[in-house]
């Protein structure tokens, strides 16, 4: 049984840093491809960032290109989403998924992890 669980949400200040991790078990995160998607009140989950299987190819939505980064320890089994220059609009519950296609839509993935609040506030 697959199962991600996330950690690594809190509140923030503007312009500040998280590093959201999402460990993976019961599948290795090295031969799926992952992502990064997030959920505010009354928004459709939408697409943060992406990774291939490899590792060789990342992509992310235009509203976090430059301030977040998507990587992995294949040894710790790990993705992980560094925010840094966090905004107010970023404020949203974060998940992490994993899937056998790689793309931006949420029907591409099939594990999902529980999410994490993430919170920017002054």
């Known amino acids: 049984q697959v199962q991600l669980v996330e950690s690594g949400g809190g509140l923030v200040q503007p312009g500040g840093s998280l590093r959201l991790s999402c460990a993976g078990s019961?599948?290795?995160?090295?031969?799926?491809?992952m992502a990064w998607f997030r959920q505010s009140p009354g928004k459709e989950r939408e697409f943060v960032a992406v990774?291939?299987?490899?590792?060789?190819?990342?992509d992310y939505a235009d509203s976090v290109k430059g301030r977040f980064t998507i990587s992995r320890d294949s040894a710790k089994n790990t993705v992980y989403l560094q925010m840094d220059a966090l905004k107010f609009e970023d404020t949203a519950v974060y998940y992490c998924?994993?899937?056998?296609?790689?793309?931006?839509?949420?029907?591409?993935?099939?594990?999902w992890g529980q999410g994490t609040q993430v919170t920017v506030s002054s």
């Open positions: 998924a994993i899937g056998r296609a790689y793309g931006s839509r949420v029907d591409n993935f099939d594990y």
């Open positions: 019961g599948r290795t995160l090295l031969r799926n491809t």
């Open positions: 990774m291939s299987w490899g590792g060789w190819r990342t």
